[in-house]
T-cell receptor, first 111, second 112 residues
Framework: GEDVEQSLFLSVREGDSSVINCTYT??????LYWYKQEPGAGLQLLTY?????DMKQDQRLTVLLNKKDKHLSLRIADTQTGDSAIYFC???????????FGTGTQLKVEL | SAVISQKPSRDICQRGTSLTIQCQVD?????MFWYRQQPGQSLTLIAT?????????ESGFVIDKFPISRPNLTFSTLTVSNMSPEDSSIYLC?????????FGPGTRLLVL
């Protein structure tokens, strides 16, 4: 079955690193994604990783994938107040293009 | 990538009425999707809008409640029919480009 879970809240100080975690259950996932949703806005694609990779780095963002444990994480280096938002992980499963979204993690960056 | 626009951006509607949401993409795409995000919740796929054929609905969503049109490769509409307060949500259009999915800004619907 498809079930994607995230912790609900994360609070960090400005300049620290943030790590947002995601667990999924479908071992047939092909791609995994991280989206950002700011208040009153749609979803912004941040980054994604193919299931045969274990790490991807893109500027301040680092994605780690542990396929054995079905665990995905997003690390944001030097977190800024503009990073405050809800972060969703999502997996693409089966042979199609359907995305199953996680519950979302609200990141709060404090001064 | 793809640039997606939606109309209206928000609306307040009376129960029992219907609202049609439009989604426009800046390039031709094969796959278009409609998602719902209920207040404080994650996203749930309503249906896949297929060009030239009927939409494919997910479990729990039916065509009579959420009719969808896909007249061409750049445009789709979602109608929320016979609305009730439980339909108050953000409705998002999405397109698939290669291995990625991009989302529109969403339509914020409040049903009174």
């Amino acid at each position: 079955g498809e079930d994607v879970e995230q912790s609900l809240f994360l609070s960090v100080r400005e300049g620290d690193s943030s790590v947002i975690n995601c667990t999924y259950t479908d071992s047939s996932s092909t791609y995994l994604y991280w989206y950002k949703q700011e208040p009153g806005a749609g979803l912004q694609l941040l980054t994604y990783i193919f299931s045969n990779m274990d790490m991807k780095q893109d500027q301040r963002l680092t994605v780690l994938l542990n396929k054995k444990d079905k665990h995905l994480s997003l690390r944001i280096a030097d977190t800024q107040t503009g990073d405050s938002a809800i972060y969703f992980c999502a997996e693409k499963t089966g042979g199609g293009n359907k995305l199953t979204f996680g519950t979302g993690t609200q990141l709060k960056v404090e001064l | 990538s793809a640039v997606i626009s939606q109309k209206p951006s928000r609306d307040i509607c009376q129960r029992g009425t219907s609202l049609t949401i439009q989604c426009q993409v800046d390039s031709q795409v094969t796959m278009m999707f409609w998602y719902r995000q209920q207040p404080g919740q994650s996203l749930t796929l309503i249906a896949t809008a297929n060009q030239g054929s009927e939409a494919t609905y997910e479990s729990g969503f039916v065509i009579d409640k959420f009719p969808i049109s896909r007249p061409n490769l750049t445009f789709s509409t979602l109608t929320v029919s016979n609305m009730s307060p439980e339909d108050s949500s953000i409705y998002l259009c999405s397109v698939s480009v290669d291995e990625t999915q991009y989302f529109g800004p969403g339509t914020r619907l409040l049903v009174l």
